[in-house]
Nanobody, 129 residues
């Protein structure tokens, strides 16, 4: 069974930056190059929402409109690590951030949590004004 472990969360003033990391072990029997990996977040009382995704085969990325231009998702294949660089943070970015992975579909652009079968436990990000 795959393991994904997030780190890098914390408290930061609005306008600041954080970099989240997600280290993963073998997620499934399919090679890493066939995965889609993503970051989701969930604020108290709200539904989990997709933030960004990365296709390990193509290197293609996609972002939620709310974070475009501020967040950058990257992947280090040699380190089995997914990153989320978050700049110009806003109080509304406050949430628990989760790393997710899946390899069953060709298209994950809708960033639906139900499409992802493997999840980490999350890391808390708090942005104060």
């Amino acid at each position: 069974q795959g393991q994904l472990v997030e780190s890098g969360g914390g408290s930061v003033q609005a306008g600041g930056s954080l970099r989240l990391s997600c280290v993963y072990s073998t997620v499934s029997r399919r090679p890493i190059s066939h995965y889609c990996m993503a970051w989701f977040r969930q604020a108290p009382g709200k539904e989990r929402e997709g933030v960004a995704l990365f296709y390990t085969m193509s290197g293609n990325t996609d972002y939620a409109e709310s974070v475009k231009g501020r967040f950058t998702i990257t992947h280090d294949n040699a380190k089995n690590t997914l990153y989320l660089q978050m700049d110009s943070l806003k109080p509304e970015d406050t949430a628990m951030y989760y790393c997710a992975a899946d390899s069953r579909r060709l298209d994950y652009s809708s960033l639906r949590p139900a499409d992802f079968g493997y999840w980490g436990r999350g890391t808390q990000v708090t942005v104060f004004s």
